[in-house]
C-alpha cells in the first residue's frame, strides 16, 4: 500500500471537511474540474459524502495530482497534531527578560532543548516533593 493510499485510509470526517473547503474557497488547482466537482457536491446535496466509498470514489475522480498531494499533507498533519494532543500540553507563558536570559544561558549549557529543560527540571523538582512527603 502506497504512501498516500494508507493516508487517505482513515479520517474520512477531515477529508470530507477539506474536500468542501477547497471548494468553498475556489481552489481550483485542487481539482481537475473545480465546476464539475461543485455541482456533484450541490446535486449529491446531504448524501454528497454519505460514505467513506463515496468520498474516496469523489477524490480519485475529482482531485488532482496537486490536490492530492495538498490533502494527504493536511491529513498527515492532522494526524501528527491529535497524535501530539494525546501526550502533550500547551503551555504559553510569560516570564521576566532577567529569566528568560538564564532560562537560555541555563538551556545551552545543558546541550538540551527548552522544552526539555523545562521538562527535566518540573519533574526533578516534582521528585523532590514527594520525596519529601
Excluded: C, P
Excluded at 28 to 36: A, G, K, N, P, V
Excluded at 76 to 96: P, V, W
Amino acid at each position: 500500500m502506497s504512501k498516500s493510499t494508507s493516508t487517505f485510509s482513515a479520517y474520512y470526517d477531515i477529508q470530507e471537511s477539506w474536500l468542501r473547503k477547497q471548494v468553498k474557497d475556489l481552489k481550483d488547482d485542487s481539482f481537475i474540474d473545480l465546476d464539475l466537482a461543485r455541482e456533484e457536491i450541490e446535486n449529491a446535496g446531504i448524501t454528497a459524502f454519505a460514505n467513506h466509498a463515496v468520498i474516496d470514489k469523489f477524490r480519485e475522480e475529482h482531485l488532482s495530482k496537486r490536490g492530492k498531494d495538498r490533502l494527504s499533507s493536511a491529513l498527515r498533519t492532522y494526524k501528527k497534531r491529535e497524535n501530539r494532543r494525546l501526550t502533550t500540553r500547551r503551555l504559553d507563558i510569560d516570564i521576566s527578560v532577567e529569566a528568560d536570559t538564564a532560562l537560555k544561558v541555563m538551556v545551552k549549557e545543558s546541550g538540551l532543548t527548552k522544552i526539555e529543560f523545562l521538562e527535566q527540571l518540573i519533574l526533578k523538582e516534582r521528585e523532590k516533593q514527594n520525596y519529601s512527603l
